[in-house]
């Protein structure tokens, strides 16, 4: 069974810092993009970063300079180290991976249940 697990949420004051981690499991053949995404109270789910296989990253402007992604392509996993962090950053936090579970080159989405990250005033 292939799954994502997030790690790493909490509750800090503006102007700290956390990092998410992300791995994945189970049957994998390869890993495609990976990305963090969060979600707002009575918000649509919005990307924040993400990173390819061959570590090209893009990121939202409103977190550009404070967030950084990287991966690790060996342990199937992927971090968010958020710097800087504000009140408007408080969201669930959720990890997407596309994943191939075979030798034929099909990559489907997969999401990590998700985190709360919660920053405080």
């Known amino acids: 069974q292939v799954q994502l697990v997030e790690s790493g949420g909490g509750l800090v004051q503006a102007g700290g810092s956390l990092r998410l981690s992300c791995a994945a499991s189970g049957s994998i053949f390869s890993v495609g993009r990976m990305g963090w995404y969060r979600q707002a109270p009575g918000k649509q789910r919005e990307v924040v970063a993400r990173?390819?296989?061959?570590?090209?990253?893009d990121y939202v402007d409103s977190v550009q300079g404070r967030f950084t992604i990287s991966r690790d392509n060996a342990k199937n996993t992927v971090d968010l180290q958020m710097n800087s962090l504000k009140p408007e950053d408080t969201a669930v936090y959720y990890c997407?991976?596309?994943?191939?579970?075979?030798?034929?080159?099909?990559?489907?989405?997969?999401w990590g249940p998700g985190t709360q990250v919660t920053v405080s005033s």
């Open positions: 997407k991976a596309a994943l191939s579970l075979s030798s034929r080159g099909y990559y489907q989405n997969y």
């Open positions: 990173i390819t296989s061959t570590g090209s990253i």
